[in-house]
């Protein structure tokens, strides 16, 4: 397993789905400069998406053999569907990076902490059941959508207090604002210990 360097760190942004975890981990880490590692998933493309970009989309197939292979740090399985961050793909971007960011579920940031410990910082972005289906009706997501995501939101809800961080996403804005200090505190720390 890839053994991280005294500077170095890793951002996880967890969090009950359509709380906001992408949209503010993704202005964060372009306010500061930071690189995701982008997952790799076995569920389908949705139009809107890009491969590579908002995740690797491989087969079963491939999933398996790369589990198989023991590729992944870790593994999850939602709605039966695989999620995954590949060990080569962290240990890649820390060639050029001190710090990095990942967007999971809980279960897949508990093993993070686990594997990696004080240098797996967790921002948990969260926001009211209704608020976030406010947004998702805005945005004309079905009502059968909408309850398939609520699946989740009770048994992510739990993790919060697990977390060190978790910033309420109400004002885009705001959050982003707070999250680039969190994070930034963390950054000038390292630096620090560096000089
Ligand atoms: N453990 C883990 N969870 C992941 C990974 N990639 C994405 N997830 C989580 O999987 C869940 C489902 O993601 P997705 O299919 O994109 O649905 P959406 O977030 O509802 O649009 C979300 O909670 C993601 O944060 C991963 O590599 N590992
Ligand atoms: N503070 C906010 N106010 C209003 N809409 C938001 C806010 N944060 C995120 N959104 C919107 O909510 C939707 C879900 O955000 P997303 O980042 O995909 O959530 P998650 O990654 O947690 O599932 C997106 O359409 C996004 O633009």
């Known amino acids: ?99 990095i960011y990942l967007i999971l579920n809980s279960s897949g940031a508990r093993t993070l902490k686990k594997l990696f410990g004080e240098k797996v910082s967790r921002i948990y972005i969260y926001v009211d059941r209704d608020i976030i289906i406010e947004r998702q009706k805005a945005l004309g997501v079905s009502q059968e959508i909408i309850d398939f995501h609520f699946k989740h939101y009770d048994e992510d809800m739990a993790y919060k207090d697990e977390c060190k961080h978790a910033v309420e996403n109400t004002d885009l804005a705001h959050t982003v604002f707070a999250v680039t200090e969190i994070l930034e505190g963390y950054m000038d720390r390292q630096l620090e210990e560096k000089d």
């Open 1 to 99: 397993m890839y053994q991280l360097k005294e500077k170095e760190m890793i951002f996880v942004f967890t969090g009950p789905d359509g709380s906001g975890r992408k949209t503010v981990a993704d202005m964060v880490g372009t306010t500061l400069g930071i690189k995701k590692v982008i997952s790799y998933t076995s569920r389908a493309k949705r139009p809107s998406e890009v491969d590579g970009q908002d995740y690797h989309f491989i087969s079963r197939e491939q999933f398996e053999e790369g589990i198989n292979n023991k590729e992944f740090v870790e593994v999850t399985e939602i709605d039966g569907n695989f999620y995954g961050i590949k060990g080569y793909d962290i240990e890649q971007e820390f060639k050029n990076n001190d710090f």
